[in-house]
């Protein structure tokens, strides 16, 4: 049986009147039998005490859940869907069954450093606080990747202790709207209030669903930067970054829209918003060109449901709630 690494020097050190919220780490897993083993270790092995790990088994085939059932660790929680979700579908159910005030998400294949926790959650002290994100190493065979997304807050730079939610877009936009700059879910801790108040993560948006759901957030809420590496990334063919390949050009239409509609946001920014996206519906035809023929009735219909959210404020997609 796999146990648990004993917890780090925080748990003897903390006070009663410390600040030491429950903090639900969320892995949504499907098919990663030979990591998954890693991730959890690397959640148990933390020096911040008080946390659940959450471990939802996407319907696996390769004995995933086989693997986490091994750990008798009480703070190790399994949930096993009896259908698959999709990798979006399971975040949201991570979200939904989370019991922490806090959230951070592990991906299967990747494993958080010891002291991640324990230097993220400070910073939600702050009510205004809604997110803290932090650098990440990067473990990859693949050197151009690596060079290529290696350092992803660039565009987002002065980066202070703590930002305001709508400065950090208005960066975004200023570097032209492209990509995520703050990093992969391994890389972010959310307030679970504030990520369901923001709708959780958008099923329309299959590869850039996590800077859609940050910039969400930012909308509401201001954001911590640590610039140490907190977790590291392992980045291989098989992972979704890649499988999701070549719908960028939609997905960007999604992450522009959700900014042009935000009440919270200054007219002057959603403006700004607009106008990249309308650059970038005049590149959709190129893109959709590239599209596999089976997959472009499923892009028209996402592209059709775009529009009509940028025109009538109506997004079907969005799906978390309390």
């Not at 998954?36 to 696996?60: F, G």
């Not at 977790?231 to 979704?240: D, E, P």
């Not at 918003?273 to 590149?283: F, G, H, K, P, V």
Request: aromatic letters at 6%; glycine letters at 8%.
């Amino acid at each position: 049986m796999l146990r648990g690494a004993a917890i780090g020097p925080m748990a003897d050190t903390v006070g009663e009147d410390a600040f030491v919220p429950k903090v639900s780490v969320c892995i949504p897993v499907y098919n990663s039998v030979d990591t998954i083993k890693r991730s959890i270790e690397s959640v148990l092995a933390q020096t911040y005490p008080n946390i659940e790990c959450l471990v939802i088994d996407d319907h696996s085939s390769d004995g995933t859940a086989d693997a986490v059932a091994e750990f008798t660790d009480p703070r190790v929680r399994l949930v096993r869907n009896e259908v698959n979700l999709g990798m979006i579908g399971n975040h949201n159910k991570c979200v939904r069954m989370a019991q922490g005030d806090l959230i951070q998400f592990v991906g299967g294949d990747d494993w958080l450093l010891p002291q991640c926790l324990e230097l993220l959650v400070p910073a939600f002290q702050s009510p205004a606080v809604g997110m803290a994100f932090a650098r990440r190493q990067v473990e990859t065979t693949n050197t151009w990747w690596k060079e290529h997304f290696g350092i992803l807050d660039g565009p987002l730079q002065p980066l202070a202790p703590v930002n305001e939610g709508r400065d950090l877009i208005r960066k975004y936009l200023t570097a032209g709207g492209n990509g995520n700059p703050i990093g992969e879910p391994t890389t972010v801790m959310l307030r679970r209030d504030t990520l369901v108040a923001a709708g959780g993560l958008p099923p329309e948006v299959p590869q850039l669903s996590d800077i859609d759901t940050w910039l969400r957030v930012l909308c509401r809420s201001e954001a911590a930067f640590i610039e140490e590496e907190l977790s590291v990334r392992w980045h291989h063919a098989g992972s979704a970054t890649d499988q999701f390949a070549g719908t960028t050009t939609l997905d960007k239409l999604w992450v522009l829209s959700s900014l042009i509609r935000s009440d919270a946001l200054e007219s002057r920014l959603r403006l700004r918003a607009l106008l990249i996206w309308l650059r970038t519906l005049a590149a959709l035809p190129k893109a959709f060109l590239a599209t596999p023929r089976p997959r472009r009735h499923e892009r028209m219909a996402s592209l059709r449901a775009n529009l009509r959210y940028v025109v009538t404020g109506r997004r079907d997609g969005l799906e978390v709630t309390g």
